[in-house]
Nanobody, 127 residues
Framework: QVQLVESGGGLVQTGGSLRLSCAASGRTFSIYAMAWFRQAPGKEREFVAAINRSGSSAYYTDSVKGRFTISRDNAKNTVYLQMNSLKPEDTALYYC????????????????????WGLGTQVTVSS
């Protein structure tokens, strides 16, 4: 029902910036809470950031706080991840995910199950 397509990845130097985009199909984008995850070779999938349905509130894993910003534009069916002050340890495949079941009162859902996943976009940060 929902297709997610990430874009915006690339190769940057340490300290540089990238903005990732995740475009969703359909006409009901605003009913989904959204999140970004990343996975590096040999490492487990890691939660990065989440945003509520309206875009009024966001939540981040500790390692990216102050450097990354998640946002969404429901009129464009798109969620973004602005990444600043990039470090080599940020190198990973980044992908977005959508869920219908996120409660409205807390962030307990962010590391749980999602209904839809994109195929990812590669971010590489060189030394």
């Amino acid at each position: 029902q929902v297709q997610l397509v990430e874009s915006g990845g690339g190769l940057v130097q340490t300290g540089g910036s990238l903005r990732l985009s995740c475009a969703a199909s359909g006409r009901t984008f605003s009913i989904y809470a959204m999140a970004w995850f990343r996975q590096a070779p040999g490492k487990e999938r890691e939660f990065v950031a989440a945003i509520n349905r309206s875009g009024s509130s966001a939540y981040y894993t500790d390692s990216v706080k102050g450097r990354f910003t998640i946002s969404r534009d429901n009129a464009k069916n798109t969620v973004y991840l602005q990444m600043n002050s990039l470090k080599p340890e940020d190198t990973a495949l980044y992908y977005c995910a959508a869920t219908l079941s996120a409660p409205y009162h807390d962030w307990s859902w962010v590391r749980g199950e999602y209904d839809y996943w994109g195929l990812g976009t590669q971010v590489t940060v060189s030394s």
